[in-house]
């Protein structure tokens, strides 16, 4: 596999299966994902590997905490308060097309928020690493753990394995950080699952479109 396929095959993967993955393939691939770009060589990056029973008191930590209502100060805003199209709308479209392939409709709000529910079980991938970095750090090396992230993540394609990025993480930073002891210093960036993908899970039969390069390239010469 070249790097044009691995880029083409990456992709979301919202259905795992529950295979158990090679501890030692998940150290190996953090430890390549390390040779991202970064400014200054900083390598401001710290990734934690969970599985096996840290993992399922997570699940259950968060089942018992959705299920109550309970909230945490998220680490950061995920999104704009005030997006505006085309980000806005890209968004929106993007929702409706997984609800449509679940076969969720719009007005049944109980079934959706059942399934965002299952982003705190990781869609049910046996292993996930967690990124987080210093609080001192501002943008610029955020997109060096943008580098790191999407490193990792063709290198899970390569490997045959698949991922899902997962920013909601970040609403339950508390949570989180006691899983991993995370030092007072610390930020939460996010989650990633990661697992062999079910081919047969609904989810799996999205494809997100792209915009059209002339919305966003410019060729100066």
């Known amino acids: 596999m070249d790097v044009t396929e691995a880029i083409a095959a990456r992709r979301s993967v919202r259905g795992f299966l529950d295979t ?3 501890p030692g393939l998940l150290h190996d691939l953090a430890i390549k994902a390390s040779r991202a770009a970064t400014g200054g060589n900083l390598q401001p990056w710290h990734i934690a590997i969970v599985q096996g029973e840290p993992m399922v008191r997570l699940k259950v930590t968060m089942a018992q905490k959705l299920a109550a209502g309970a909230t945490e100060t998220p680490a950061y805003d995920i999104y704009p308060k005030d997006l505006t199209a085309p980000y806005r709308d890209r968004r929106y479209a993007v929702g409706e097309a997984m609800y449509a392939h679940l076969g969720i409709p719009r007005d049944d709000k109980p079934a959706r928020q059942k399934w965002f529910a299952r982003n705190f079980e990781f869609f049910g991938a046996p292993a996930a690493y967690f ?3 210093d609080k001192r750090m501002g ?8 580098m ?11 490997a045959g394995l698949a991922t899902c990025p997962q920013e909601c993480w970040a609403m339950y930073p508390e949570t989180v950080g006691r899983v991993m002891d995370l030092p007072n210093d610390r930020m ?3 989650g990633m699952a990661i697992g062999y993908e079910d081919k047969r899970a609904p989810a799996n039969a999205l494809r997100t ?4 390069e002339a919305e966003w390239l410019t060729t100066i010469r």
Do not use: H, I
Request: glycine share 4%; charged share 20%.
């Open 139 to 146: 943008p610029p090396q955020w997109s060096d753990l943008g």
């Open 188 to 190: 939460l960036f996010c």
């Open 20 to 22: 158990p993955v090679d």
């Open 131 to 133: 990124c987080t970095v």
């Open 209 to 212: 479109e792209r915009a059209d």
């Open 148 to 158: 790191y992230l999407q490193n990792l993540m063709l290198l899970a394609v390569e």
